[in-house]
């Protein structure tokens, strides 16, 4: 291949991102389950008790007690999925059981908190399990994605496997009627196996 040929096709790789649309809708990725492709201010970050870098993929024995803990940089409402290797989906936050899902900018939330009367145990099937946090400006209808059953502590959320969830938050995020501003929101995931 001749020079000018490489850095046309360089320039091209290089430009390419720049030409996507400016009102990207979210996507689903390998990194991550949803990702709001609009730069934000606001940042959240999620992680598990076993990596507090957030960084890593620790092991967990299934029944083991597990603790995720939500930091944000901007006062936000907060909602916490975990999706298990099977694509079972379950909302964490909000609960019944541990108060408000808003978050003051620079506090540590964590679940269960101390003093709870509650705790979280690995369960389901071994694999590769992921904890999603959605941080909003504003507080989101979830209405569309789950719901509450009389006397359950934790909500049941309808759309089941990653890209069912993913798609049904870019609903809730980016409704027909008074879509949330995709600069209002983001997302993280935070990683861990569970074994026998």
């Keep these: 291949m001749k020079k000018p040929a490489i850095l046309l096709a360089l320039t091209a790789s290089l430009l390419a991102p720049l030409a996507s649309p ?18 934000t201010t606001l940042n959240a970050q999620v992680w598990v008790d076993r ?19 939500v930091r944000v940089n901007e ?8 999706v298990d290797p099977s694509g079972s989906v379950d909302q964490v936050l ?11 900018a ?8 101390q003093g709870d009367n509650f705790v979280f145990n690995v369960g389901g099937t071994p ?8 941080a909003s400006r504003r507080q989101l209808d979830l209405s569309e994605l789950s719901s509450f059953r009389a006397g359950q502590p934790f909500a049941d959320v309808k759309p089941q496997g990653e890209k069912r969830l ?16 995709q ?12 074994t026998y």
């Excluded at 400016?22 to 991550?32: D, G, K, L, M």
């Excluded at 909000?94 to 003051?104: A, Q």
């Excluded at 694999?127 to 959605?134: A, D, H, M, R």
Aim: no cysteine.
């Design 22 to 39: 400016a009102h990207a809708t979210p996507r689903v990725s390998a990194q991550s389950i949803i990702v709001n492709p609009v730069p």
């Design 106 to 113: 620079g506090q540590v939330r964590s679940f269960p908190a």
């Design 166 to 181: 993913a798609q049904a938050l870019s609903i809730v995020v980016n409704p027909v009627e008074q879509p949330i501003p």
């Design 127 to 134: 694999g590769l399990n992921k904890v999603l946090v959605v």
């Design 75 to 82: 006062d936000a409402y907060v909602y916490l999925f975990s």
């Design 94 to 104: 909000p609960n019944r059981l541990g108060g408000s899902n808003f978050v003051r």
């Design 51 to 69: 990596d507090p870098s957030g960084s890593y993929t620790p092991n967990y024995r299934i029944g083991d007690r597990i603790r995720v803990s």
């Design 183 to 194: 600069q209002d929101w983001v997302s993280d995931t935070a990683f861990f196996n569970a």
